[in-house]
């Protein structure tokens, strides 16, 4: 297999098996991969929007209308569709909600600028363009929102009831709306209002019943661990207990790993099997002595522990989850404690009323009327568990929103009626522009016009027609036309803002300002360089000889031609 | 094959061996590949230079239009265009910036010695040739640097952003106004008296996923991305005792077993261990400290006493990152879980844990003059664009580790190349020898600067040069290619520099690179060993 003397050698810049495509026809297919991505889950957007199914490779089954859900679902491999997945993703994190939004954004900023490219204008020109178009639309969205700083507490609730419907309201969930609107504000000015810790929100699931049954706990709720003998015997039900938090086993076993008893004398061995009963004892009575009547630990509680706290009067669970636990403390005041030695009262948490109560086909406990409660449960009920699951995410959507909204109080009106107005405004703008850039913020405005279009698409309206009386709407030149937005409801057009669709202007401005970066990203790709995978560094020995093997097999064909 | 006995270099090597020797086979293949790479890169110069996307052999995904990373990240095989990644590589170490300059630079001169080498010049005639006017062009860009740009006050935000303008713009163009400042703000925090001495490393760089790039702030001290172990989330003015190995019961290194003789010892053992933990993390809160870092995991029975003296447990698992935080608070970092002496603490103007887009961050706040270590906490809305706003950082960072040595800056946007090629060319025409071509051909190459930023802008590239020309004849020096309109335009006016060492460096190393890459006139290769294949890294086999 000697290479033959004075043949063409081969000029191999990169590794064998390198991919590489580059210029305008690698723009367009990274755009046509991205509009793909996008279309897929244009269709869950707004009110009626349809929900997916995805059946992933472990067999799993989730039902969903959260873009951000989906996105992850889907497992893109394409490198440039990747980015789209990433800003659904981070608008994720940042905002909570608005995830099918800023996917179809920045599809539709592609689409549009598609046509550019295959007629040979330089992706850096438009760019460019949507980068100021970004800069106006945000401007614009802070010009047009209302605060509701200063505004009375009772108000500021309406408002964020109103905020929490809007989003609750393209979800599975919205025919109770307003029940889950009234429970996502309440459970969130359950918490601390510096930090607003989303953790300290707990939402348990329990299948059956109806999603009328879904109640909100104002304190935590757990469901009932697992017991032994003797359970059956302690009280369930206290009124302004005293409440110890534990991190430790009540358990008879050995103390240490690394330690070993040796005996001189027979005799001795009853002493030591004393002296290890005597250790629990020892643990138990302490606790009992500390006066608590609920003993909670993460670890497990064993049958003689549990037995000792029944003839106490003291109810006590063991393998308790530990967020539960630490919302455990946060609601009563206890501190976890991880020994037992010296107790005091001031380690000890109390709440108005501990029971144990049935929730469809599970036990609960229960801890309610929390003194110090930063904290909140949200106990879900429905029909089947992909139901409940999409409705856990639907009221995170909605809990986020309620969270941004109290932390950043400004309002847009929903229904498309912004984006309207944000398309209005950048055509006005584009007018005064000489140049091509006049060609790519219309574009802009013609992409942000995406979302009430999709809006009546999903309603099954006809888009065209709806869109022009938006259009005469937000063309009047008084203004009056500004928050007019699609009624999902007649098919027409309605003034969202007094019909109360609001959303937190942060959704709308992150959104814009992530589908643009996300969008100028893909344009300024004007090559891509795909190595051959390298062997995983844990494959087995044979994999990584086999890989090896088939490389040079290949690198022999291409030397030899 | 040849019949017989092998004869020559066959008969030296072991069957397998890859051999190409004269100009045909081994310069004109060699000045092939590194035109073929310098293709690739070209596109990527500039202003308006266009991103690649490469796709590591970790299937790690990057987006970027900086060079440096681009050749590392594709993993050049060739071993001509080596020499160029490695020149390039250099660049990097060297200054940090304009490594695309090198590379594009180093392309073209290729390009045209391979016409010189068509025309029947020598190689080594090239080569002097090319050193002659690299040499040249060198002390023409001396000539060139803008009049009062030598002294820059190093702790003037306004004028360092001014500068740092430049390395950003050529990155991420229209982000420029937001990052300089952020990127000035940061560097005079943590510049000592003494502005030879800046070390990059102080100024950290914290992606967090979510927001917008206009999100971005500087934090003087650090961001940590992860949440405090306890639940103490923020405490002020204290003082901070660092902790290398983790905080928990120590036990022996080597194993061993307790023996127990008695009911009593048993009874007292797990006592005595809590009492000697309480007695450690007590002697801890007694010192006056308040925040407890360990780079180990704390132990639960040490967290339960953290709790109880109500003391910030932190841990930091990155040695790196311990290090800094080390610098950043003046700690000295205590082997050995005992009471700190007053002298090892540490001082922590403000430690607090903040949600930041989605995720709980510790972040360690210090007045200016305490501690040296500031962090830039970029904001972006893909992993891609945050990656890449990262690099366009790092390179302005970089520019000002270049501005604190040598402030000296030169006219940007293809004008001290224009400015060189001419004076080189006119140098040229002054040579008797053969070298003459050499040089007339090395100052056409310095032309490519300009023509690849007008062409990735979309303008005329040869008008543009035309006009360029034009102005320079006519004594303006400083006329650099206007990427909005092709005009020639003077850009330091409006602030638009290059780093006078950053370009020194690339004209230099891109001639060096070049001049080995001619001077080689045979490739040997050796027949690849069998095995497994060698590791990505260290087992590129050339």
């Given amino acids: 297999m000697m290479p033959m003397m004075g043949m063409q050698p081969q000029i191999i810049l990169l590794k064998e098996g390198t991919d590489t495509s580059q210029g305008t026809p690698q723009l367009v297919s990274n755009i046509n991969a991205c509009m793909a991505l996008a279309d897929t889950v244009r269709t869950t957007l707004g009110p009626r929007g349809m929900d997916k199914l995805i059946h992933d490779d472990k067999g799993r089954v989730t039902i969903s209308n959260d873009g951000a859900t989906i996105m992850k679902l889907l497992d893109v491999v394409h490198p440039a569709a990747k980015t789209l997945v990433d800003v659904s993703l981070s608008q994720d994190a940042e905002v909570g909600d608005g995830t099918t939004t800023v996917v179809i954004l920045s599809g539709e900023f592609l689409r549009e600028a598609k046509p550019f490219v295959e007629e040979g204008v330089h992706p850096r020109s438009i760019i460019k363009s949507y980068r100021q178009a970004c800069n106006l639309a945000v401007s614009k969205v802070k010009e047009l929102s209302v605060s509701l700083e200063g505004k009375g507490d009772d108000e500021k609730r309406e408002l964020l009831l109103k905020c929490a419907a809007t989003s609750l309201n393209s979800k599975l969930v919205s025919g109770e709306r307003e029940f889950f609107a009234k429970m996502c504000v309440d459970a969130v000015s359950c918490l601390d209002a510096s930090t607003l810790d989303l953790k300290m929100i707990g939402m348990k699931k329990v299948i059956g019943g109806g999603l009328r049954d879904s109640f909100l706990v104002d304190g935590v709720a757990f469901k009932k661990t697992f017991s032994y003998a003797g359970f059956e015997q302690q009280p369930k039900s206290f009124n302004n207990p005293k409440i110890l938090l534990l991190n430790i086993e009540l358990e008879l076993k050995s103390e240490k790993e690394n330690a070993e008893i040796r005996l001189d004398d027979p005799a001795q061995y009853q002493s030591i099997v004393d002296a290890e009963w005597n250790i629990i004892y020892d643990k138990l009575a302490k606790c009992a002595d500390s006066g608590a009547q609920i003993v909670l630990s993460r670890l497990a509680i064993g049958d003689l522990g549990t037995q000792y706290f029944a003839d106490r009067g003291i109810f006590c669970a063991g393998r308790v989850p530990e967020d539960d636990l630490q919302r455990m403390a946060k609601a009563t005041g206890a501190r976890m404690q991880t020994t037992v030695n010296n107790l005091d009262k001031a380690v000890l948490g109390t709440c108005e009323r501990f029971e144990e109560r049935q929730v469809g086909g599970e036990r609960y406990n229960l801890f309610t009327g929390c003194t110090k409660a930063r904290t909140a449960t949200i106990v879900l009920r429905g029909g089947s568990e992909q139901f409940i699951d999409e409705a856990e995410r639907s009221l995170h959507d909605a809990i986020m929103i309620v969270r941004r909204a109290l932390k950043h109080a400004h309002v847009v009106a929903g229904g498309g009626a912004i984006d309207m107005e944000l398309s209005r405004a950048l055509r006005d703008h584009a007018r005064s522009i000489p140049g091509k850039a006049q060609l790519f913020i219309n574009a802009y405005a013609k992409a942000l016009e995406a979302i009430p279009r999709q809006l009546c698409d999903n309603a099954g309206f006809d888009a065209t027609d709806v869109l022009n009386k938006l259009r005469q709407k937000h063309a009047l030149a008084d203004g009056s036309g500004k928050y007019y937005g699609v009624d999902v409801n007649s098919g027409g057009v309605v003034n969202t803002f007094d019909a109360f669709v609001w959303e937190p202007a942060l959704v709308k401005l992150n959104a814009i300002q992530s589908a643009t970066e996300a969008a100028c990203l893909i344009l300024s790709v004007d090559e891509t360089v795909k190595n051959p995978r390298s062997e995983a560094p844990d494959a087995s020995p044979m994999g990584g000889r086999g890989g090896g093997m088939r490389g040079r097999g290949r690198g022999r064909g291409m030397m030899r031609r | 094959m040849a019949m017989g006995m092998p004869y020559g270099l066959q008969a030296m090597l072991k069957e397998g061996h890859k051999h190409f020797s004269g100009v045909e086979e081994a310069v004109m293949k060699n000045i092939e590949a590194c035109k073929a790479l310098a293709q690739m890169t070209k596109t990527s110069l500039g202003p308006n230079g266009m991103n690649k996307m490469v796709i590591n052999h970790l299937e790690k995904l990057f987006v ?40 594009t630079l180093a392309g073209e001169l290729l390009g045209n010695a391979e016409v010189l080498l068509r025309d029947g010049l020598h190689t080594s005639e090239i080569a002097e040739g090319y050193q002659r006017a690299s040499d040249k062009a060198l002390s023409v860009l001396e000539s060139l640097v803008l009049p009062g740009t030598d002294t820059l006050d190093v702790k003037d935000k306004a004028a360092v952003a001014l500068r740092l303008r430049g390395a950003i713009s050529s990155k991420q163009l229209g982000y420029e106004d937001l990052l300089a400042p952020l990127i000035a703000e940061a560097c005079i925090d943590v510049v000592p008296s003494n502005p030879h001495n800046f070390n990059v490393d102080n100024v950290r760089i914290v992606k967090i996923m979510g927001g917008a790039l206009p999100d971005s702030q500087v934090v003087k001290g650090m961001v940590l991305k992860r949440d405090a172990e306890g639940s103490v989330k923020c405490v002020e003015n204290a003082k901070v005792v660092v902790y290398a190995q983790g905080v928990d019961t120590s036990g022996p290194e080597t194993k061993g077993t307790v023996l127990i003789k008695s009911a009593e010892e048993l009874e007292g053992y ?21 925040v407890i870092v360990s780079g180990g995991a704390i132990g639960e029975m040490a967290m339960h006493f953290i709790e109880k003296y109500g003391l910030l447990a932190l841990r930091i698992p990155s040695k790196f990152d311990m290090r800094r935080f080390c610098r950043a608070t003046g700690a000295v970092a205590i082997v050995k879980l005992q009471a700190p002496q007053p002298d090892e603490l540490g001082f922590a103007k403000q430690i607090e844990v903040r949600e930041v887009g989605g995720a709980n961050c510790v972040v360690l706040q210090q007045d200016a003059s305490l501690g040296s ?37 030169v006219p940007a946007g293809g004008a001290s190349e224009i400015e060189m090629a001419r004076q080189v060319a006119d140098f040229g025409k002054k040579q008797t020898g053969l070298d003459q071509y050499a040089i007339a051909r090395f100052a056409e190459a310095l032309e490519v600067v300009p023509r690849t930023i007008a062409e990735n802008s979309g303008l005329q590239a040869s008008e543009v040069l035309a006009r360029l020309y034009a102005a320079h004849a006519q004594g303006q020096v400083n006329a650099g290619v206007c990427i909005e309109s092709g005009a020639p335009k003077d850009l330091a006016a409006e602030g638009i520099m290059d780093v006078y060492a950053a370009k020194w460096w690339a004209v230099r190393l891109a001639t060096d690179a070049v001049v080995t890459v001619l001077k080689v006139d045979q490739i040997i290769m050796a027949k690849q060993a069998g095995g497994p294949k060698p590791r990505a890294g260290d087992g590129d086999d050339d």
């Fill in chain 2, 270 to 290: 797990s006592r005595s261990e809590e009492e000697k933990l309480e007695q450690y993390v007590k002697a801890i809160a007694d010192s006056g400290a308040k």
């Fill in chain 2, 64 to 103: 970027t239009s900086d060079a440096s990373t681009i050749v590392t990240e594709m993993d050049v095989y060739h071993p001509a265009a080596k020499l160029l990644v490695m020149a390039a590589k250099a660049q990097a170490g060297e200054v940090g910036d304009a490594t695309n300059l090198v590379l």
């Fill in chain 2, 373 to 409: 270590v500031a962090t830039l906490v970029l904001r972006g809305s893909t992993e891609g664009f945050l990656d890449d706003v990262e690099r366009a950082v790092d390179d302005g960072i970089n520019a000002y580790k270049a501005l604190c040595r040598d402030a000296r800056c």
